[in-house]
Structure formats: C-alpha cells, structure tokens
C-alpha cells in the first residue's frame, strides 16, 4: 500500500488542484500557432474577439478538456460499479466486453447506415455495449452469485474477442468508412467539440449522480451476496440498476470519443490505495483520478510526435499497463 | 406464530434439500436446529431468512408471504448469520458492524447517534470493542465470528437465524456466546440456532428441532427430544443420557 494517507477532504482537494492545473496546461500546450498560459486564462472568462490563440482555446481546447474529464470521470465510475456488482476486481468496461460490443455496433451502424450520424452511432454504441454485457453476465453466470472469477473473465475475453473479429469484417466489408471506425477503435479525443459536449453532458451528470446514489450499496454487496441480502439489498433491482448506470456511462464515453481502454480497469484500484474501500469515498475520489488521467494522457498524446496526434487510448495504455503489472505483482488480485 | 413454512421444499439446482417442511417457530424462544451434517439445517435456515427461495410451499411472516415484504423492511425484522463468511478486505471492524444498521439508515447510510449507541453496544457484548479499529481480514478465526456476530446483532431485529454461531470460537467465547443469546432472548428475542454440540443446545436452549435428510424427526422441550432412540435413530449414536449436574439439563454421553 502506498501511504498517502491524507484525510478525505484532502485528498478531495489535493485531486481537484492537480485536475485545474492538468486541465490549464493541456488548454495551452503543444500548439501550433502559439498559445500563452495567461491566453488560456483569458479566453475562460475575458476573451479577446481578436486573438485567435485564445479562439483556438475557448473553441477547440476548453470543449476538449472537458469531454476529456467527463470521460475520465465516466470510465472509473462506470469500473467501480463493475467491480461492486461482480466482486471481480478485474471487472471493467474493457474486460467484459462493452468496449468490444460497443465498437461493433458503432461501426456496424456507421458502415452499413452512415446517414443515420452521431446520435444513431452513438445508440448503436451503447445498444451493442449492452448486449455484450447482457451476454457476458450470462455466461459467466454472474447472477447467480458465487464467486466464479474466472469464469466471468473468461467469458468477457470470449465475448471481446467476437466482437472484435466481427468488427474487422465490418470494416472490411465497408472500407470507405474505415479510417474513421479506426480512429474512434483506439480511442481519441482529436474530434471534440463543443457539438460533442452539449449532447455528452447531460447523461454523464445524470449517470455520476446515479453511481454517487449506490455508492452505499456497493458497500454491502462486498459483504457477499448472502451478506447484501440479509441487510435488506434487493440484489436483482441493484444489479440491473447498476448494469443501466455502466452503460450510460460507458455508452455516452465512448460514444464521444471511442473505446478508451484501461481506465475502468485501473482508476478503481487506484482509489482504493487512496480512500479505502468505502465507496462512498472512493468512487468520488476515483472520478477525479479518471479525468485527471484521461486529461493528462489527452495532452501527451498531442506532444508525443507533435504536430501530429497520438490517440490518447494509446497513452493510457502506456501509462496503464505497466501500473496494472504492479498491481499484479503487488497483490493477488 | 410469527415465523412458519408451510409443505416447504427448497434446495439447489432442483435438488430438494429441504423436504416438505410444516414447521411453526415457538415465538420468545431460543430454538436448536439439530441434524446431521448434511440434513438441510442450513437450507432450512436460509430459505427462512430468503436468502433461498422455495421450489415448493410457503414461508410466512406474521401470516404474510415472506416473498411479498420488502427487502428493508424484512431485514428490520430477521437477521441472519449464514455459515461461511467471506473475508472482506480493508474494511475496519467498526465499519463492518455499522453496516448491520444499513436496513435503518436514512439517506447515503449515515449513521445517527442511536445507531452509534447500538453499534458500540453490541461490539461491548460480543467482546470485540479492542478491536474496533482493526481490519477484519487480519483477525483469528473466533475473532472474526464475533465481529460478523455483532454485525447481525447490529441489525436489531426481534427474530435471529444464527447457522453455527460458535464455529471458530473456543470453549469460553462458546460459553460467553451462549450466555448472550440467553440475554437477548430475555429482551424478548426469537433465536434459532444451528447448533452441532447437542449437550449445548439441550442447556442453553427452550426448543430443540431435530432434522434429518431434509425432514423433521422431532421437535419439542429438550427433555422430550433427548432420547437414546433418536440418538440411535438421527446420529446413529449410542449414547446415554444423564442429567447436567449444574443445569439439571438432559445430557449425552456417547458409549
């Protein structure tokens, strides 16, 4: 265990500052018609009609960073709730397969009927994460309670692996469409915009404030499912319940900016290093983690072969993994 | 009768464990669920607390169905201590008995002043109030019971289904365990027990309920129950029975 152990409100802030300055930095960073700190500052709340710095700040960047901490935020509350309602600490939007459906159904909908635009790509996207999903609790008998890890795993690789190989005949199929389900597979925030963020936030509020309310439940389903019960949790309202809240989340992220990995996966166990298990604590906590993560992977990817951009899926991953093998190593998961 | 099943069959994957049940749960009482391992105790136990839910019959709740009561409500009323219990990690004892207030707290599980006084009441009682402040994955064994025991008498609720309360726990905690359950059922609590020490049951308990393979043999006051033949017949023991020279209590002693 990594010993920072400050008090709750602490750690609040302390989260909070570091997402202010991670958001700051990446509104003037890596530009190509220069951008000053205090431009950045400028275009928030005194903009000058004339700069185009602080044109390109307030139109392209700010609309950026925010989708970014919305997803960030979206993406660890969307892992938390997994890993509460399975009691896998390997559950994830990643792991068990919603990425993967959701991939299948954007590029299935944006290849075969690309007239029916965002809001038809961003419903398949979330559709097919839940069918996914719906599959993967099947197989792996997650319902049934028990403590049948691997089997849920297992099915969510399974699942996963479908998904992607129906994927790339879709692509195939369909190759003219191809370089934009490509882009939107790894992950980037490059496209947004604040067209992206006007139809984003609403769900993202309506889903963090939903996680925010069965944070307390989460609590008692680590008790066990016989545990959870006997204090009165209606196990098959929460799991549904909380299965609809994972895909909101999950479905409004990746619908905006694609299938960022890892996330879901690492940000929760982050948390809990941080606040403890009580996920009253530790899922606020996780959101900010998540943004801050998501934002800070957003501007290296625009340096990394500057002027040219990386998706921000692949920094996570390069920050990700390696956490994710000291998490291993560290614990028996 | 408060708590009854009604021709209960229950069990797992359509396998009946519990057969056929007609029983009546003697209100105000400490009851002993007796049996073989194997016999359906548990089953019996959980398909009344609904952890299970019957293939057949009926559990009924002051005359109810218990499938018609809500969740918050049936666990203000019945408080289940199951067999096994997982081993949650990083979670501090008094946090673990706090949670058994959850069927009361009011909005996000805040915890009040009452339910502090019942908190710190119980973890008193049950002898574990040194070891608030550690984390329950690092206690013994009969340490762990106790903190999981607190939790379900956090729950404060007039009837008590308790499967193996004393595993784990060594002669004296048995003893003081025993004794607790005497004392919450003078402040006017139902409780059934599993219990695998017969000689237990026949001291400390009203109502001995004796199973086996999935049926009831026989049920009444200890005096009644405690017989060589159904030791012969249930346990396939042969065993005299004396009496407790303290309690004046039927006791067994096995030939």
């Given at each position: 265990?990594?010993?920072?152990?400050?008090?709750?409100?602490?750690?609040?802030?302390?989260?909070?500052?570091?997402?202010?300055?991670?958001?700051?930095?990446?509104?003037?960073?890596?530009?190509?018609?220069?951008?000053?700190?205090?431009?950045?500052?400028?275009?928030?709340?005194?903009?000058?009609?004339?700069?185009?710095?602080?044109?390109?700040?307030?139109?392209?960047?700010?609309?950026?960073?925010?989708?970014?901490?919305?997803?960030?935020?979206?993406?660890?509350?969307?892992?938390?709730?997994?890993?509460?309602?399975?009691?896998?600490?390997?559950?994830?939007?990643?792991?068990?397969?919603i990425?993967?459906g959701a991939?299948?159904g954007m590029?299935?909908?944006?290849?075969?009927?690309?007239?029916?635009?965002?809001?038809?790509?961003s419903l398949a996207a979330i559709i097919g994460g839940g069918i996914?999903?719906?599959?993967?609790?099947?197989?792996?008998?997650?319902?049934?309670?028990?403590?049948?890890?691997?089997?849920?795993?297992?099915?969510?690789?399974?699942?996963?692996?479908?998904?992607?190989?129906?994927?790339?005949?879709?692509?195939?199929?369909?190759?003219?469409?191809?370089?934009?389900?490509?882009?939107?597979?790894?992950?980037?925030?490059?496209?947004?915009?604040?067209?992206?963020?006007?139809?984003?936030?609403?769900v993202?509020?309506?889903?963090?404030?939903?996680?925010?309310?069965?944070?307390?439940?989460?609590?008692?389903?680590?008790?066990?499912?016989?545990?959870?019960?006997?204090?009165?949790?209606?196990?098959?309202?929460?799991?549904?319940?909380?299965?609809?809240?994972?895909l909101l989340?999950v479905g409004s992220?990746i619908s905006?900016?694609?299938?960022?990995?890892?996330?879901?996966?690492?940000?929760?166990?982050?948390?809990?290093?941080?606040?403890?298990?009580?996920?009253?604590?530790?899922?606020?906590?996780?959101?900010?983690?998540?943004?801050?993560?998501?934002?800070?992977?957003?501007?290296?990817?625009?340096?990394?072969?500057?002027?040219?951009?990386?998706?921000?899926?692949?920094?996570?991953?390069?920050?990700?993994?390696?956490?994710?093998?000291?998490?291993?190593?560290?614990?028996?998961? | 009768?408060?708590?009854?099943?009604?021709?209960?069959?229950?069990?797992?994957?359509?396998?009946?464990?519990?057969?056929?049940?007609?029983?009546?749960?003697?209100?105000?009482?400490?009851?002993?669920?007796?049996?073989?391992?194997?016999?359906?105790?548990?089953?019996?136990?959980?398909?009344?607390?609904?952890?299970?839910?019957?293939?057949?019959?009926?559990?009924?709740?002051?005359?109810?169905?218990?499938?018609?009561?809500?969740?918050?409500?049936?666990?203000?009323?019945?408080?289940?201590?199951?067999?096994?219990?997982?081993?949650?990690?990083?979670?501090?004892?008094?946090?673990?008995?706090?949670?058994?207030?959850?069927?009361?707290?009011?909005?996000?599980?805040?915890?009040?002043?009452?339910?502090?006084?019942?908190?710190?009441?119980?973890?008193?009682?049950?002898?574990?109030?040194?070891?608030?402040?550690?984390?329950?994955?690092?206690?013994?064994?009969?340490?762990?019971?106790?903190?999981?025991?607190?939790?379900?008498?956090?729950?404060?609720?007039?009837?008590?289904?308790?499967?193996?309360?004393?595993?784990?726990?060594?002669?004296?905690?048995?003893?003081?365990?025993?004794?607790?359950?005497?004392?919450?059922?003078?402040?006017?609590?139902?409780?059934?027990?599993?219990?695998?020490?017969?000689?237990?049951?026949?001291?400390?308990?009203?109502?001995?309920?004796?199973?086996?393979?999935?049926?009831?043999?026989?049920?009444?006051?200890?005096?009644?129950?405690?017989?060589?033949?159904?030791?012969?017949?249930?346990?396939?023991?042969?065993?005299?029975?004396?009496?407790?020279?303290?309690?004046?209590?039927?006791?067994?002693?096995?030939?």
């Open positions: 265990m990594i010993s920072i152990r400050l008090p709750f409100a602490g750690q609040c802030l302390a989260l909070v500052l570091l997402l202010l300055i991670f958001s700051w930095i990446s509104l003037f960073s890596w530009s190509v018609i220069a951008i000053t700190p205090m431009d950045a500052l400028h275009a928030l709340y005194n903009m000058n009609a004339e700069s185009i710095a602080q044109h390109i700040v307030h139109d392209l960047r700010l609309p950026r960073v925010l989708i970014g901490i919305m997803v960030g935020a979206n993406l660890a509350a969307a892992g938390v709730i997994m890993q509460g309602l399975t009691q896998n600490p390997l559950a994830s939007p990643s792991v068990l397969g990425n993967a991939a299948l590029a299935t909908v944006s290849s075969i009927a690309p007239w029916f635009g965002l809001l038809g790509t996914a999903w719906a599959f993967v609790m099947l197989l792996g008998s997650a319902w049934r309670g028990g403590n049948e890890h691997g089997r849920l795993v297992l099915a969510g690789v399974a699942i996963s692996a479908l998904c992607a190989a129906l994927t790339k005949a879709v692509i195939i199929i369909a190759e003219d469409q191809a370089a934009g389900v490509l882009t939107w597979l790894a992950g980037s925030l490059t496209d947004a915009r604040w067209q992206t963020f006007d139809s984003f936030w609403p993202c509020v309506i889903g963090l404030l939903g996680a925010m309310l069965i944070a307390p439940t989460l609590n008692l389903l680590q008790l066990g499912d016989d545990n959870a019960r006997n204090l009165g949790v209606s196990l098959m309202w929460v799991k549904l319940g909380g299965s609809f809240l994972v989340l992220a905006s900016v694609g299938a960022i990995g890892f996330v879901g996966l690492l940000v929760p166990h982050m948390a809990r290093m941080l606040a403890g298990q009580d996920h009253r604590k530790f899922l606020p906590i996780a959101m900010m983690l998540g943004a801050c993560l998501v934002v800070l992977s957003d501007t290296i990817s625009r340096g990394i072969i500057y002027p040219a951009e990386t998706p921000a899926g692949a920094i996570l991953a390069l920050i990700g993994a390696p956490f994710f093998i000291y998490l291993v190593r560290k614990r028996t998961l | 009768m408060s708590l009854s099943t009604h021709n209960l069959s229950v069990g797992y994957h359509d396998k009946a464990i519990v057969k056929q049940v007609d029983l009546s749960i003697p209100e105000g009482k400490i009851i002993a669920l007796l049996g073989p391992n194997g016999c359906g105790k548990s089953t019996l136990l959980k398909a009344m607390a609904r952890i299970l839910s019957p293939m057949e019959g009926q559990v009924h709740w002051q005359g109810k169905n218990l499938h018609g009561i809500s969740s918050k409500k049936l666990a203000q009323q019945l408080a289940l201590l199951p067999q096994t219990q997982p081993i949650p990690e990083g979670i501090k004892v008094k946090d673990l008995v706090a949670y058994g207030r959850s069927p009361y707290t009011g909005f996000w599980g805040r915890i009040n002043r009452d339910d502090q006084v019942i908190i710190d009441n119980v973890m008193t009682e049950t002898g574990i109030i040194e070891l608030a402040d550690q984390l329950v994955s690092e206690l013994s064994g009969g340490q762990r019971q106790r903190v999981w025991l607190a939790m379900t008498l956090a729950q404060d609720t007039p009837y008590l289904l308790l499967d193996e309360p004393t595993t784990y726990m060594d002669l004296s905690h048995q003893v003081e365990l025993m004794h607790l359950l005497r004392k919450l059922n003078l402040q006017g609590k139902t409780i059934v027990t599993v219990l695998h020490d017969i000689n237990q049951a026949a001291r400390y308990c009203d109502y001995l309920i004796v199973m086996k393979q999935g049926e009831i043999v026989t049920q009444g006051m200890p005096e009644s129950v405690l017989t060589e033949t159904m030791l012969k017949d249930v346990f396939s023991l042969n065993a005299q029975i004396h009496q407790d020279p303290i309690a004046q209590t039927p006791m067994c002693v096995v030939e």
